[in-house]
């Protein structure tokens, strides 16, 4: 495999431009009101009960996978839209969508857009931590996306929305859908998650 020139500037410059877009999002999360870590004072890996105040607490969750596809999205929409857009230029959309919802997920409204759905109740938010771990795993799709043969990888979100719709009654798909036009059905087979 060739080196990509579209990386123009070097790997060394893409993880400098990340540490400075975690550091923005980090501060502004920070101005926000939102805990560095779990207010419970411990970090974990894991966090693998949605019914959780650790829920969106700890490094990685339930929704880790969503963060992924958003990152196999966001590689693919840029990919078709600007075919020969640089990588690193790419990248740099991906990471200011993904902060900006971060940042979005993580406001008054939105928080209370949440606690209307039967698996957020009681959802405060995320750690600076989770919202950082998001973005990073939103980063992890995009490079997957990128280097992987794209039906696998459309193969691998599709096999990540039924196992967590499986293992926890909800998924990136669930959701959206529950956010932007919540549905009563819906609500009611996430509450028998309980």
Known sequence: MQPNSAVSGGWWQIAGAL???LALQATILWLMGQPPIC???VVRLWQGTILSPENSQQLTDWYTPSHIIHGVIFFGLLRLAVPRLPVAAALAIALGIEIAWELA???PPVIARYREQALAQGYSGDSILNSL???LAMTTGFFLARALPWRLTIGLALAAEIFTAVMVR???TLNV???IAPNAA???WQA???
Do not use: H
């Open 105 to 107: 997920e993580n406001s």
């Open 39 to 41: 207010t419970c004072g």
């Open 177 to 179: 859908i529950q956010l």
């Open 186 to 188: 819906i609500s009611g």
């Open 192 to 194: 028998g998650a309980r």
């Open 133 to 135: 771990s998001d973005t």
């Open 19 to 21: 540490a400075v877009a």
């Open 170 to 172: 909800d998924n990136l």
